[in-house]
């Protein structure tokens, strides 16, 4: 039996002043304690065999990629199945009694947690992440994979594969800032999934999105 392992990495915190959604937007990247998130979990992986390393082609994720490519002496392969989730309030103020949600020109969005109606459906987040899953397993059969994405993408994911409602609480998320979702294989079976922490536990209702 193969035992290969892909883990699920969210980025590291991001440079976000303003506090907004930025989503797909251009130009975001990590901050001084994101840089160092990314060093650490290339550290804690230094010693795994990891044979592929691929990242959502933003730039927060690449920057998170490059020190655990760089420790294995491998290149960071873009996948955009990886990228962070279509949303309809990208670039706005979302918080909570603040910014956009505070203007009923924008509530007409709301009207479907479900999908949700604000943007990308869960199903959809959680198929193409499936599918860049399933490339980095073959890719690195009895070796290790990782996969740089973002919270919601990893965290829709992991809920698809437990077989859980893919509609959820987001201050519930169990994916904290450059944390590893680890995906353990027995052949093309997955046989566990193990969440750890390498670079600490941050609160997921704070945006570092």
Not at 19 to 36: H, M, V
Not at 185 to 207: C, M, N, S
Request: hydrophobic content about 40%; charged content about 25%.
């Amino acid at each position: 039996m193969t035992t290969t392992i892909v883990h699920l990495m969210r980025h590291g915190e991001v440079y976000n002043p303003d506090g907004i959604l930025y989503g797909r937007l251009p130009g975001y990247q990590l901050s001084a304690r994101g840089k160092e998130q990314a060093l650490t979990v290339a550290e804690h992986l230094a010693r795994h065999d990891v044979a592929m390393v691929l990242a959502s082609p933003l730039e927060r994720a690449q920057q998170t990629a490059q020190p655990i490519a760089d420790s294995h002496r491998l290149d960071v392969l873009s996948d955009e199945r990886l990228i962070e989730a279509a949303n309809e309030f990208e670039g706005l103020r979302v918080a909570v009694g603040d910014g956009a949600l505070r203007q009923p020109r924008h509530w007409s969005k709301l009207r479907n947690p479900f999908r949700p109606s604000w943007g990308e459906p869960y199903l959809r987040i959680a198929h193409r992440m499936l599918a860049a899953v399933s490339r980095a397993r073959q890719a690195a059969a009895g070796r290790e994979a990782v996969c740089v994405s973002h919270q919601l993408p990893v965290w829709t994911l992991r809920r698809f594969l437990e077989g859980r409602r893919l509609w959820h609480d987001p201050r519930r998320r169990q994916c904290s800032l450059a944390s590893l979702t680890s995906l353990v294989f027995e052949d093309e079976q997955l046989a566990r999934i193990v969440y750890t922490e390498p670079a600490g536990a941050t609160d997921p209702r704070v945006t570092g999105a």
